[in-house]
Structure formats: C-alpha cells, structure tokens
C-alpha cells in the first residue's frame, strides 16, 4: 500500500462495531482516511424500526479518527429505503477531501449510488464491503442477479465477512483476485476488559431473577419474526425442565406476543429484560450457560452478538440460516446449530444444550473463545489493507 493513500469511507451511519474498528486502524496503522457518514443514528437519538424503540448507543462512536456528517435531506432518514440516505453535498465533500481511492459500506442507497459514480467518473478506484450471503435463497431472480454482476464489475476490490459472504460474491463472478477476507468483528478488547465486573453483575442479575443453579438460554436483540423469538420460546416450553430458564433482552414488534406466550406456558421459567445498551450487554451475556440466534431468511447476515458472546467464552445456538454459522459456530465444537424451518429441529437441539453438563457448555465455551481469537480488528484491517496494497491508486 502506497504510505500516500488516502481513503475515503462512505458509510451509514456510526456504530458499535466499526466505529471501535476505525479507532484501531488509526492507532495501529499507517493509513489515512476520513469516514463520511450519512446519518446520525447511534449518535442523536433516534427510533429504531426493528426494536420499535427510540435511544441511542452509550459508547464513544466519534473520537480517535476523522469524520463528517454530511447533510441528509431524506424526509425519512435512514436505511429501510434507498432514498432513505440522500445526501445531495456527499460528492463535493468528497471531493474536497481529495481522496485516492473510495472504500463503499453497501451499495443500496441514493448516496452510495452517486458516490460509486462520482468515483469511477473521476477514475478514483472502490472498494466494497458487504455482508449479503444466499441462505435459505439457493439463487438470486435472473434480473437481480445480471444487475448485480454488472454492479460488482464496478469495484476495484471486495472485502468478504466470512464463507457464506464470500460464496455470495463468487455467484456474482467477483473473481478471486478481487476477494479480500476482512472478517467482521467486534470491539473484543472492551468486551474481554469489562469481563470481571460483568461476571459480578451477572451473578447479582442471576439472583435477583431467581435464576441460581438454573441453565440459562439468552436471547439478546430485536424482537422481529426473522430472529424467530416466537419459535424459540415455543420450543422451550416444550422440551424445558424445572431445571431452565430463557431470558429475553430487548424490544421489538413481537413483544407482546412472546409475553402472552410465557403467560400461557406458566411452568416454563421465562424473563424479559429490557432493551440493554452497550455497557450493559457484557453481564448480559455472562448471565446465559447459552446464547441462543435463532433466525431464518437472508435478514440475518452474520450476526455480530455471536462474536461478542464467544469472545466472552460463552457457547451459542444458531440456526444454519445465521451468516456466522459457517465460520464460528461448529455444532458439537463451538455450539449448537439446527435447521432454520425445522421446529422439531430448533426443540431437539435446544434440549440437547439444555441437557448438556456444566462441564461440556463449558468446554464448547473456551473453544468458541479460541475460534473467535482470529476474527478481531487486526484481522479485519489486514484484509483491508491488503486490497488496497493491489488496487491501483490515482
């Protein structure tokens, strides 16, 4: 990589996986770059759709490196739409900034649009970073799929998350000269530095939700129908004994249906919780024997609460439709994983982890601990910066 090369990146908005991400590559790296964000989720607070619940993140997503908030004029801001990111300034800001090569989060939104076409008419190569995988999909509509190859064409590189990300782009002919393993990860530092007191708070959590000497299964996040919520506490209830409990940490849609279930299911041990933000999400986690990632569909790209749960030493159960599956979660290794639309499946599998020992949660935890050892920011920035040490820069 040329020492000289500036990178600009256009993304979202900030959040607590990249912002962290951004951080480390300034502190530990030679490369320059400016983030260039569309939006102030995470930042101001603002309503969440999926957890149907407004907030905003309790982490500093701003400091350590260089970034921009450009204008959005969307009357609905956001990333449910394409014109949910229209920032009109983006490309004079850009080009002001003056960079040798442009680094694209998503492709999907009016924004990302006029900046892929800002750079190639300006012949600044990009880079894209995606995590798409094909899941439960098996192929893309033929229209969808054309469009597709012919917009990859455009990128001088591509970073891949992880095995199932990576197939996704070979279906749409990214040649392999293109593909650059830059896994996704989590801010693992402040999750295994926070892990002492979190062990405190999560045995003080356990006793007051009367949880002592119980086999803990935590479900952690939106309360949507891709994540399966519903199917997971119907197949508690079926298989769990006076000996488990499932705990729920969140918002979302589903919420009153998931606790109208527990009040027809009175002899399964259920909690909720409320939604926890990022301070909290530590004691969360380390309150569970197993942390469970039910979902189904392509919504659920790669699930980043699984690298935070496993760099905790924490085992979990996914459903083969999660995008991290492939990669972190080895039914009988790291984990449990079942079938995504097989109920049986989901109740027999978590009976299974539910009737495992101390001993074996416990052995599968230290080896999703050592699995997830390699998919940290300096795994992701090597891969980065390899894509760019072969693109040719303005």
Known sequence: MNPSTRL?????????????????LRANTGLTFKVFYLWEFGVRETRDPRFAA?????????????????????????TETFRGLDNPSLCARLETWNPGALLLFGYNWLSHQRALWWA???????????????L?????????????????????????????????????????????????SVDAARFEAAEPMARIAAGSLRSALNLVDRC?????????????????????????????????????????????????????????????????????YLLADVVAL????????????????????VPCLVSDRVGCQAD??????????????????????LRSALNSTAEERSRRGRAARARVAHYTYRQTSAGLLEALAATPIR
């Open 54 to 78: 407004a907030f905003k993140w309790d982490v500093d997503l701003l400091s350590g490196y260089e970034s921009e908030f450009i204008p959005n004029r969307s009357a609905q801001p956001g």
């Open 120 to 134: 190639r008419w300006q012949g600044i190569p990009v880079l894209f970073r995606g995590d798409s995988h094909l």
């Open 216 to 284: 803990v299964v935590l479900f952690a996040g939106k309360f949507h129908a891709d994540k399966q919520p519903l199917e997971l506490l119907r197949a508690f209830a079926a298989v769990a004994t006076a000996r488990d409990a499932l705990v729920f940490v969140g918002d979302g849609p589903e919420k009153a249906s998931l606790q109208d279930l527990a009040r027809a299911h009175p002899h399964a041990c259920v909690r909720f919780l409320p939604f926890a933000n990022q301070t909290e999400m530590p004691a969360r």
């Open 328 to 349: 972190l979660v080895e039914d009988g290794e790291t984990g449990w994983v079942f079938p995504s639309e097989n109920s049986a499946a989901l109740a027999a599998t």
């Open 8 to 24: 600009a990146i256009v993304l979202s908005h900030p959040t607590q996986y990249y912002s962290p991400w951004f951080r480390w």
């Open 136 to 184: 439960g999909r098996g192929s893309l509509p033929f229209a969808r799929q054309l469009a597709l190859t012919l917009l990859f064409r455009q990128f001088a590189a591509v970073t891949y998350v992880g095995r199932a990300n990576r197939h996704y782009f070979e279906t749409l002919r990214v040649s392999p000269e293109r593909l650059y393993f830059a896994p996704h």
């Open 294 to 313: 039910p979902a189904r569909g392509s919504y659920e790209t790669w699930g980043l609460a699984v690298n935070e749960a496993m760099h905790l030493g």
